[in-house]
């Protein structure tokens, strides 16, 4: 059975950064794009960053392109999301995602939620501004 443990969550001012991580546990992440979605209150969950099931391509929404990066590490079953100079439109709930099936779509795919099987249960990401 596949878990997905999110971390790394918490409240930071405007312009910090922080650093997500996801734990798999049941799977290895090397058979899975893994993604990175948010949630703010009384929004709809919405992508922010994806990794192939290769790691050999990542997928960013704009609105964080440049600021952050979503990473692995195959010997720890984890994925990370580095994210830096952040802004108060970022706070929200995040959420790591994976779909296990080791296979390459297109672009859009990795940018929609129903494309994946598994997601942990969030961290709370709070700005200050």
């Known amino acids: 059975q596949v878990q997905l443990v999110e971390s790394g969550g918490g409240l930071v001012a405007t312009g910090d950064s922080l650093k997500l991580s996801c734990a798999a546990s049941?799977?290895?992440?090397?058979?899975?794009?893994m993604g990175w979605f948010r949630q703010a209150p009384g929004k709809d969950r919405e992508f922010v960053a994806a990794?192939?099931?290769?790691?050999?391509?990542?997928y960013y929404a704009d609105s964080v392109k440049g600021r952050f990066a979503i990473s692995r590490d195959v010997a720890k079953n984890t994925v990370y999301l580095q994210m830096n100079r952040l802004k108060s439109e970022d706070t929200a709930v995040y959420y790591c995602a994976g779909d296990f099936r080791r296979t390459s779509y297109t672009s859009s795919y990795y940018m929609v939620p129903t494309s994946y099987a598994y997601w942990g249960q969030g961290t709370q990401v709070t700005v200050s501004s």
């Open positions: 049941g799977r290895t992440i090397m058979s899975s794009a």
């Open positions: 990794l192939t099931y290769s790691g050999g391509t990542s």
